[in-house]
Nanobody
């Protein structure tokens, strides 16, 4: 059974940090590109970052560049999103998913991608 399980969300104050984790099982994790997405209330889902399976490609959307860092530990079947200098505008449900293509300029999704259930991140004073 394919599973992606996000964790690490919570309530933090502006300027603080969080680290999200995406634990995968049920498929050959090493062969898959992984992306982080977020959806704020009343807004469309947004691609935040992705990391490729083998060739080291990493992408960040402009609004998180310099603040978020994506990484993966294939031995643990886990992708991380380290988020620093958080802003209220980062408040959203964060999802991880497999993505068909991850390049430094963006990503391509597929109808066959796997998705997690999401974790809530709230940035508020």
């Amino acid at each position: 059974q394919v599973q992606l399980v996000e964790s690490g969300g919570g309530l933090v104050q502006p300027g603080e940090s969080l680290r999200l984790s995406c634990a995968a099982s049920g498929f050959t994790f090493d062969d898959y590109n992984i992306g982080w997405f977020r959806q704020a209330p009343g807004k469309d889902r947004e691609g935040v970052s992705c990391i490729s399976s083998h060739d080291g490609n990493i992408y960040y959307t402009n609004s998180v560049k310099g603040r978020f860092t994506i990484s993966r530990d294939n031995a643990k079947n886990t992708v991380y999103l380290q988020m620093a200098s958080l802003k209220p505008t980062d408040t959203a449900v964060y999802y991880c998913a497999t993505v068909k293509i991850c390049q430094t300029t963006g990503w391509t999704s597929s109808e066959y991608d796997y998705w997690g259930q999401g974790t809530q991140v709230t940035v508020s004073s």
